[in-house]
C-alpha cells in the first residue's frame, strides 16, 4: 500500500521559513518523478514544484527563487524549503508522486502576522 505522508507545516509570519517534508512508504520512490501542490480556500489545487527521478526541477513562477524541492532517495522522503513566505502563499500543501499518481493527506501551511 503507498503512503505520502507530509510534515512541517504551521503558522509564520511573513518572510519566515518552513520546511515540508514527504515521507514515501510501499513504492520504489527513487524512478519516480516528485512533486509539491497547494490548495488555497477558494482555489483550484495548483503545481508548485516538481523533481523528476534524475533531479530535474522546475517550479511555478510564483515561488522561483524562493522555493526549492530535493528529495533523499536512500530515506524516500521529498522535502519544500520555502523562504520568504508570503500571505498569498497560504494554503493545504500535498505531496504527490507524479509517476503513479498518488496524493499524500496534505499540510497547512499559514502565513500571517
Known amino acids: 500500500q503507498v503512503q505520502l505522508v507530509e510534515s512541517g507545516g504551521g503558522l509564520v509570519q511573513p518572510g519566515g521559513s518552513l520546511r515540508l517534508s514527504c515521507a514515501a512508504s510501499?513504492?520504489?520512490?527513487?524512478?519516480?518523478?516528485m512533486g509539491w501542490y497547494r490548495q488555497a480556500p477558494g482555489k483550484e489545487r495548483e503545481l508548485v514544484a516538481i523533481i523528476t527521478r534524475s533531479g530535474n526541477t522546475n517550479y511555478a513562477n510564483s515561488v522561483k527563487g524562493r522555493f526549492t524541492i530535493s528529495r533523499d532517495d536512500a530515506k524516500n522522503a521529498v522535502y519544500l524549503q520555502m523562504n520568504s513566505l508570503k500571505p498569498e502563499d497560504t494554503a493545504v500543501y500535498y505531496c504527490?508522486?507524479?509517476?503513479?499518481?498518488?496524493w499524500g493527506q496534505g499540510t497547512q501551511v499559514t502565513v500571517s502576522s
Open positions: 504527490h508522486d507524479v509517476s503513479l499518481g498518488y
Open positions: 510501499g513504492v520504489i520512490f527513487s524512478i519516480n518523478a
